[in-house]
């Protein structure tokens, strides 16, 4: 991994915050986020609210934004008869994102996103191995060649997936942040609710069972900038940054999520944590050592405007 500027910022000791939701932003603003195209239909037919939204998470403070590539690999695309537009698709996010930061007047980062191949929620359907090395490889080479400032693999379920897409990533030279997604007994965060109350304070794993411990030591040895929670319910997040605090002396970050998971749609949206009581707990995240704080599904501009309000002044 060379030398870049985020990894000089990253190392200085001010919290960066990460943007809010892409995809149920834009659902909340109208545009079709059916699957299985999701957030990657607005490059189809919004990109102008794509670039708004990314344009107000940088006036709300954020200081990385994501690129709307959370589904642009072949795999998805190909359901869609798009599956050859994938590079072609790839870096017009990552342009849609740039041209946004070159609006700003101080140093936003570009976070390329890869996501799991298959359905975040599904652990049991992560490809092969031989898959996951050609499909990760592809990505990684598109976002880097496109541009971006470091690589976010985000929402994996299962260790072997994460690996081999932070392997992939790691050969661009550009840093690389990993973010797993956790349940209660594995189960996914949209159905953490119905287990029983009786299980009190039990730990959370990813969801394929794997703790997150196993996560983090399975990670460790490729060097990532940072290692990160996300997509998991506001309300049980803390747990699992306790487990990741406790599994990795590194940088480490979260971002929760808010609402819950939609066959249809991809996300349903709902508006029962406010920006104000996410950034109370963020106030928690980030006395504890969190080094980037953002949100997830369901979060909007003005929750990171809230995170902004609470973060420690440099």
Not at 67 to 84: C, I, P, S, V, Y
Request: charged residues 20%.
């Amino acid at each position: 991994m060379t030398d870049s500027l985020f990894l000089r910022r990253l190392a200085t000791g001010q919290v960066l915050l990460l943007d809010g939701a892409t995809g149920t932003e834009l659902q909340r603003r109208g545009v079709d986020t059916s699957l299985p195209l999701w957030s990657a239909r607005a490059l189809l037919v919004a990109p102008e609210v794509l670039q708004a939204i990314h344009a107000d998470y940088i006036a709300a403070g954020a200081d990385i934004i994501t690129t709307n590539t959370f589904r642009t690999q072949r795999r998805t695309l190909t359901q869609a008869g798009l599956g050859e537009r994938a590079g072609e698709l790839t870096h017009f996010a990552v342009r849609i994102a740039c041209e946004a930061v070159q609006q700003a007047d101080r140093k936003i980062f570009v976070a390329g996103s890869i996501s799991p191949l298959e359905d975040c929620y599904s652990p049991h359907l992560v490809p092969s191995n031989g898959e996951l090395w050609l499909e990760h490889a592809e990505m990684a080479r598109n976002l880097a060649q496109a541009g971006c400032d470091l690589l976010l693999i985000e929402t994996m379920n299962t260790v072997r997936e994460a690996v081999i897409a932070a392997r992939c990533a790691a050969t661009t030279g550009l840093p690389v942040g990993v973010s797993f997604v956790a349940g209660l007994k594995g189960l996914p965060p949209d159905q953490i609710d119905r287990v029983e109350s009786d299980e009190g304070l039990a730990p959370l794993t990813l969801l394929s069972g794997e703790s997150i411990a196993e996560a983090v030591r399975a990670v460790q040895p490729i060097q990532p900038a940072v290692i990160l929670i996300n997509c998991v319910p506001l309300v049980y997040i803390d747990r699992a940054f306790d487990e990741l605090r406790a599994a990795h002396q590194g940088p480490i970050g979260l971002y929760a999520n808010v609402g819950y998971a939609d066959d249809r749609l991809g996300w349903a949206l709902t508006d029962d944590v406010l920006p104000a009581a996410y950034a109370q707990h963020a106030r928690c995240w980030i006395q504890h050592g969190a080094a980037i704080v953002g949100g997830c599904c369901g979060t909007t501009p003005a929750h990171i405007a809230a995170l902004k309000a609470v973060r420690p002044s440099a």
